[in-house]
T-cell receptor, first 112, second 112 residues
Framework: KAGVTQTPRYLIKTRGQQVTLSCSPI?????VSWYQQTPGQGLQFLFEYFSETQRNKGNFPGRFSGRQFSNSRSEMNVSTLELGDSALYLCASSEQGPGELFFGEGSRLTVL | QQQVKQSPQSLIVQKGGISIINCAYE??????FPWYQQFPGKGPALLIAIRPDVSEKKEGRFTISFNKSAKQFSLHIMDSQPGDSATYFCAANLGGNTPLVFGKGTRLSVIA
C-alpha cells in the first residue's frame, strides 16, 4: 500500500497570501488529521475529518480551514498568512479515528 | 494549554546505554498513550503504545512504563544505537475518536 502523500513538499509564500495543502491518505483510511509542527511547540492538532465531516477541531484561528472529499483526500487552507504560520504541516490518516496515525512527510511552509 | 509535558528536550546517550524519556499528563481521563518516532525529513511513526490497565509494555528494546497514580509514563530504549537517533514524541487521548495530544518532543542523539 502506498503511504500518506502530501503535496507540495516545500513552498514559500509572503504575508497576506493564502495557501492550500493537499493530502492523499492510505487507501481505505477514512480519517484524516492535520497537525502543525514547529520547533518550539511540537505537534499541535489542527483538525480531523472523517467521511467528509469535520469531527474534531483544535485551537487555531478561523484562517485555518480544511475539507475532505468523497475519496478521503483532504486539503487544508490557510488564508491571510502570517510569519508565525511558518511550520511543517503534517497530515495523518487512520482507518477509523485517532488510534494508530500514519503520517505523511509533511509540507514545509515558509512565510516571508 | 499543554496537556502532556515531555522531558528532556534533548538527550545524548552513549551507544549501548539506556535512553529514558519522560511524560506527565494532567487529564486522568486519558486512556491511550502512544510514543511516536520521527527521523529528519520524515513524518512521525508509531513506535509503541500502552493503555492504563497495564504498568509496562515491552517491544524489543523499547519499553513503556506507566504510573497511573503519578500520571506519568516513560519510554526506555535499551542498548541504544546510533540508528535510534531521532525525535521522540509522547502523546495521549481520551479514547474513541478524540484527537491525540502530543508532547513537545525529545531529540535523542546516540553517539558511538
Amino acid at each position: 500500500k502506498a503511504g500518506v502523500t502530501q503535496t507540495p513538499r516545500y513552498l514559500i509564500k509572503t504575508r497576506g497570501q493564502q495557501v492550500t495543502l493537499s493530502c492523499s491518505p492510505i487507501s481505505g483510511h477514512r480519517s484524516v488529521s492535520w497537525y502543525q509542527q514547529t520547533p518550539g511547540q511540537g505537534l499541535q492538532f489542527l483538525f480531523e475529518y472523517f467521511s467528509e465531516t469535520q469531527r474534531n477541531k483544535g485551537n487555531f484561528p478561523g484562517r485555518f480551514s480544511g475539507r475532505q472529499f468523497s475519496n478521503s483526500r483532504s486539503e487544508m487552507n490557510v488564508s491571510t498568512l502570517e510569519l508565525g504560520d511558518s511550520a511543517l504541516y503534517l497530515c495523518a490518516s487512520s482507518e477509523q479515528g485517532p488510534g494508530e496515525l500514519f503520517f505523511g512527510e509533511g509540507s514545509r511552509l515558509t512565510v516571508l | 494549554q499543554q496537556q502532556v509535558k515531555q522531558s528532556p528536550q534533548s538527550l545524548i546517550v552513549q551507544k549501548g546505554g539506556i535512553s529514558i524519556i519522560n511524560c506527565a499528563y494532567e487529564n486522568t481521563a486519558f486512556d491511550y498513550f502512544p510514543w511516536y518516532q520521527q527521523f529528519p525529513g520524515k513524518g512521525p511513526a508509531l513506535l509503541i503504545a500502552i493503555r492504563p490497565d497495564v504498568s509496562e509494555k515491552k517491544e524489543g528494546r523499547f519499553t513503556i512504563s506507566f504510573n497511573k497514580s503519578a500520571k506519568q509514563f516513560s519510554l526506555h530504549i535499551m542498548d541504544s544505537q546510533p540508528g535510534d537517533s531521532a525525535t521522540y514524541f509522547c502523546a495521549a487521548n481520551l479514547g474513541g475518536n478524540t484527537p491525540l495530544v502530543f508532547g513537545k518532543g525529545t531529540r535523542l542523539s546516540v553517539i558511538a
